[in-house]
């Protein structure tokens, strides 16, 4: 099949398993296209809201959405309600994820109560049975408490996952610090919000010796501090998102779909994320999927919730972006979005692959939309890279045209 390329970031002998499925499931490449056969993608940051939100998400949407981006792999993050944070709270996630789940998802325990920052979660009782431990959506703002984690997430022998955010310099901004917030008269969120939580916390990896992970960066001076820990030998990783590589606050709007925590930046914290993805100081990229109703996005910048979608439309971007325009070879990009999230979350998809088209453009439309998110700021994009095949567990999940 010459219309038929197969790209092995992870020396899975990926052709060897791929091949025969596509010709036993009947595919058959249409002349004019090209297709490219990947290693099934793994994003270490989903919101699928479930339980307690699940008019915003599900496990059966969000799942259904990872399908349809080429996503085999997931984990989801533990703001919900009632939040992983005990053995009991925990099965009410599990139970509908063996229900409902169509790819492999990965559930992460909250560091304290209900993400509150006030008590420890049951670390010990929750270890066995997740991916790791994040208050994402909120700092963790005790210094004392942090180290505390630290140490009980050692000696489980399991990674915080942080998202970076002192609270104390947020002082209600929703956008960043910059022209569009001035010219546009909108509260800022300064960057040093970020990278002064994650230099604390860096610290206390040095002190510490726990494994540790940062959320979403965005901002150049996170970047900085992350490539000097690497440096010093501390055991830290980081991802940041696809909206973070390809915009900037110069393409904010006035809509909802614009607003995510953290913000878009400016355009020398994109290129020190480029900077930081070429030299190996970021490790890899996730979406930081995260869906809210209609109504809940329809107030604007200043009256939205915080949060976009991205899984289904995620490698796109990053194929048009970074590998269409010679930024990134294919290879790269896979182990950014595939091989480096498994191999540090200690996570096995087997013999998962997708299959995208990547020689027709097509406008990202969130009307097509799996998940029950519609807010991207993608939407309306040109783009290349449409996921047509996705197969996990050796039962195909995704397949274009049908549900």
Known sequence: MEQVRFFDAENSALASVAAPFLKMSGFLPERGKQYSVIPGLCDVHVHFREPGFSYKETIQSGSAAAARGGYTAVCTMPNLSPAPDTAEHLMAQLSLIKRDARVRIYPYGTITRGEAGKQLSDMEALAPRVIAFSDDGRGVQSDAMM?????????????????????????????????????HGHAEICSESEYRQLARDLALVQKTGCAYHACHISAKE?????????KSGLDVSCETAPHYLVLTEADLQEHGRFKMNPPLREEADRLALLEGIADGTIDMIATDHAPHSAAEKAKGLAGSAMGVVGLECAFAVLYTHLVKSGILSMERLLTLMSAAPKKRFGI???????????????RIDPAEFASKGRATPFEGMQVYGRCILTVANGKIVYREGKK
């Open 348 to 362: 096995s998809t087997g013999k998962d692959f997708a299959v995208f088209e990547t020689a027709q453009p097509y």
């Open 222 to 230: 996170s970047v900085a501090l992350i490539r000097d820990a690497k």
């Open 147 to 183: 180290e505390r984690a630290m140490k009980r997430a050692k000696s489980l022998g399991k990674m915080i996952v942080a998202h970076c955010e002192d609270n104390s310099l947020l002082r209600g901004g929703y956008i960043h610090s910059g022209a569009y917030a001035r010219a």
